[in-house]
T-cell receptor, first 112, second 113 residues
Framework: SQQGEEDPQALSIQEGENATMNCSYK?????LQWYRQNSGRGLVHLIL?????REKHSGRLRVTLDTSKKSSSLLITASRAADTASYFCATAPAGGSEKLVFGKGTKLTVNP | EAGVAQSPRYKIIEKRQSVAFWCNPISGHATLYWYQQILGQGPKLLIQFQNNGVVDDSQLPKDRFSAERLKGVDSTLKIQPAKLEDSAVYLC???????????FGQGTRLTVV
């Protein structure tokens, strides 16, 4: 079963704008990760935030985590056409076996 | 560092036929996962191995799907017999024990006609 729900399902922006994607989940987690998937290719790990962290940065990426609301957001600043992809949040349930439970993803299109 | 290798990249079969996918994880990664990704959805875990033991196969349709990881390295996933609804991308991923980040292969796109 899918744990996370990303919002929005699709997002279209212009190059240079910021893109924000949200993820909600249902059960307690050890960590939450964001992955990117280009069309027809495998998933690439972007960033991981642990359950005791509230915010994390990596380059143009900023992730926040609110465990009380069971939600996370991914912000991509100064977007580029190359950021066009599907973005998935994946949760590692607390007490689980390190398996990842993925949401349905947000399809981001960055127009040049 | 070589990534996760999967083959074949594409496969088309008729329903009721059988098919097998192969995965070679990153060297040293004891944990290996098989995910099924249906078009427009997120990946769904089918089975997780640690070395050659099964950790989680709760979502594997065991009446038609089987997987093995002999010698704790390469893995094969088999579907027999295939149904139309098995059309999906099958992703293999691996990780170090205790490491949360998973590394994914390019996947095998299966079309059942």
């Amino acid at each position: 079963s899918q744990q996370g729900e990303e919002d929005p399902q699709a997002l279209s922006i212009q190059e240079g704008e910021n893109a924000t994607m949200n993820c909600s989940y249902k059960t307690s987690i050890n960590n939450l990760q964001w992955y990117r998937q280009n069309s027809g290719r495998g998933l690439v790990h972007l960033i991981l935030i642990r359950s005791n962290e509230r915010e994390k940065h990596s380059g143009r990426l900023r992730v926040t985590l609110d465990t009380s609301k069971k939600s996370s957001s991914l912000l991509i600043t100064a977007s580029r056409a190359a950021d066009t992809a599907s973005y998935f949040c994946a949760t590692a349930p607390a007490g689980g076996s390190e398996k990842l439970v993925f949401g349905k993803g947000t399809k981001l299109t960055v127009n040049p | 560092e070589a990534g996760v290798a999967q083959s074949p990249r594409y496969k088309i079969i008729e329903k009721r036929q059988s098919v097998a996918f192969w995965c070679n994880p990153i060297s040293g990664h004891a944990t290996l996962y098989w995910y099924q990704q249906i078009l427009g959805q997120g990946p769904k875990l089918l089975i997780q191995f640690q070395n050659n033991g099964v950790v989680d196969d709760s979502q594997l349709p065991k009446d038609r799907f089987s997987a093995e990881r002999l010698k704790g390295v390469d893995s094969t996933l088999k579907i027999q017999p295939a149904k139309l609804e098995d059309s999906a991308v099958y992703l293999c991923a691996s990780s170090l024990v205790g490491q949360a980040e998973a590394f994914f292969g390019q996947g095998t796109r299966l079309t059942v006609v």
